[in-house]
């Protein structure tokens, strides 16, 4: 078994005249955290819809788990799972009723199970025959990610996967995230804005600007090389374009 | 692909559906309520024409029984587009095809939802003509299977073309999925044989499926013959018009997938 889960080279996407990501090249591997980092507009999201399959790429190459994305992602998608804070879930289904839909397009074995082990471990009982709409941010958040969680995926690919959370419910995920991948092995990609929250979770960070990978490499070697105490003066270097920026490269 | 776990994805849509439905009296009673109505006007139009048009007179229930068979049509679209809104209204669509859901299993979802919404909306209707004007579509017999089928078709066909349209061109184009389906009224011969059109709209006619229900239902009541020809026309041209719609559709899909129009759709 391959350890290079995640495999992008000269990945681009254009929508007619505008360039939303060119030429990236980069792995991910079995087991670790990664993330894709920059502000609006960096082409985080293009990217982790191009690695589903849900966006064709205009040029370049994405293996996920060893599949073509453009043309044998069914092969995979089982295998895999993705949450994001701007895609719903359907708010007038029970939160019990959304994971069963979910189990059974996964095809989750023994699902009743499955429901139970997820309500418990991501605290869902008390609401899990709440309609989703009528629950809080917070709570929603946790459904999302229950939903994501639900097939047991070797590989998680998360869009910010902690916004609009107030900062208990944030480090609760976190937490969480931690505590799936060191049980099972799985890998997980996301794309963040959250400086804290890369740090805490990753141990490579692709810093995304303009739809280019500017840099790469865990937090701590690149607040080493831009000189800097936190990952957030390293990224607001790159969003900025400073002499630090291009001294480091 | 093994087709047990094919089966169950289409069946987790199917109860995705069933769910909303169940969640919601007023979506439920919509079904009903259209048909019903619909029935209603017609059953009392009826029976003012019974003793006021000799060809009415002719064939007991002819208006009811169409307008029965039309609601089978309107439904027919209705379903399969209104399953596809319910997912863009939620902003769902991203979430369902990251998931192993094929499109091809996707729209045969869709089409399982749109056969038990026609079910749930037309037969109340037709079962209540029966003790309120003492007409029974089911006296039809089994053409009334024949008809049904050909008709529930080209209400997919349509349907299909309809979520195609609505996937390339976004919500904008929803009011579509409400009106669309009507071109076929005045040209399907419901109400009236195809021989009262003008010659080049009756041509038009005739490379309809509904128009060989509508005229082979009449043969059925006026002259007591089934017309086994008139089947196989609207079967084969079922067959032409709901590829199509497959086609446009898929064609729609593989498009949205360039766009990125599968994330962000929505209200």
Not at chain 2, 169 to 194: D, Q
């Amino acid at each position: 078994m391959s350890d290079v889960v995640i495999a992008v080279a000269g990945l681009t996407k254009r929508f007619g005249d505008t360039v939303a990501v060119e030429g990236l090249n980069f792995s991910v591997t079995r087991g670790t955290t990664a993330a894709l980092l920059g502000g609006n507009g960096a082409g985080k999201t293009t990217t982790l819809a191009m690695l589903l399959g849900l966006l064709l790429p205009t040029a370049g190459e994405v293996h996920v788990l060893g599949a073509d994305m453009r043309h044998h992602r069914h092969r995979v998608l089982p295998r895999m799972n993705f949450s994001s804070p701007y895609i719903d879930l359907p708010h007038r289904l029970t939160v019990r009723e959304n994971l069963r839909v979910y189990g059974m397009l996964y095809g989750v074995p023994r699902l009743d199970l499955r429901i139970a082990l997820l309500a418990r471990d991501l605290q869902l009982e008390a609401f899990i025959d709440r309609r989703v709409g009528s629950l809080s941010a917070g709570q929603r958040t946790r459904v999302a990610l229950a939903k994501a969680l639900v097939n047991e995926p070797e590989l998680l690919l998360l869009d910010e996967p902690t916004a609009s959370l107030d900062p208990d419910t944030g480090d609760w995920v976190r937490g969480y995230l931690e505590t799936y991948r060191t049980r099972t092995g799985a890998s997980i990609l996301m794309a963040s804005h959250n400086m804290g929250e890369v740090e805490r979770l990753c141990s490579d960070v692709l810093m995304m600007r303009q739809g280019h990978i500017v840099d790469r490499g865990s937090p701590q070697l690149l607040i080493d090389r831009y000189g800097r105490e936190t990952l957030e003066e390293v990224f607001l270097d790159i969003a900025r374009g400073t002499r630090r920026e291009r001294a480091a490269q | 692909m093994r087709l047990d776990l094919a089966l169950r994805r289409i069946a987790a849509i199917v109860l995705r559906h069933l769910y909303l439905m169940r969640g919601s009296w007023p979506r439920a009673l919509e079904l009903v309520y259209w048909p019903t109505m619909t029935m209603i006007v017609w059953g009392f139009t009826t029976q003012f024409l019974n003793t006021n048009s000799s060809w009415v007179a002719q064939a007991a229930g002819v208006l009811i029984y169409a307008v029965l068979l039309w609601e089978i049509v309107l439904r027919s679209q209705f379903g399969v587009a209104f399953s596809f809104l319910e997912e863009m209204w939620s902003r769902n669509l991203g979430h369902l095809f990251v998931s192993p859901l094929t499109p091809i299993e996707w729209v045969l979802s869709l089409l399982a939802m749109s056969l038990i919404r026609v079910l749930f909306g037309v037969l109340p209707a037709a079962l209540l003509a029966i003790p309120l004007y003492h007409y029974s579509v089911f006296d039809l017999g089994l053409p009334l299977l024949a008809f049904f089928a050909v008709l529930l078709v080209m209400g997919w066909a349509f349907g299909l073309a309809v979520v195609a349209l609505i996937l390339r061109k976004g919500l904008g184009a929803e009011n579509f999925a409400w009106v669309a389906i009507f071109v076929l009224a005045p040209i399907s011969g419901i109400y009236y044989p195809i021989a009262v059109l003008p010659g080049w709209l009756q041509t038009v006619a005739w490379s309809l499926p509904t128009s060989y229900v509508f005229e082979g239902m009449r043969a059925v009541l006026f002259q007591h013959t089934f017309r086994v020809d008139y089947l196989l026309i609207a079967l084969a041209l079922d067959a032409f018009y709901i590829g199509v719609g497959a086609l446009l559709l898929l064609w729609s899909f593989r498009y949205a997938r360039h766009t990125g129009a599968l994330l962000q759709m929505g209200e």
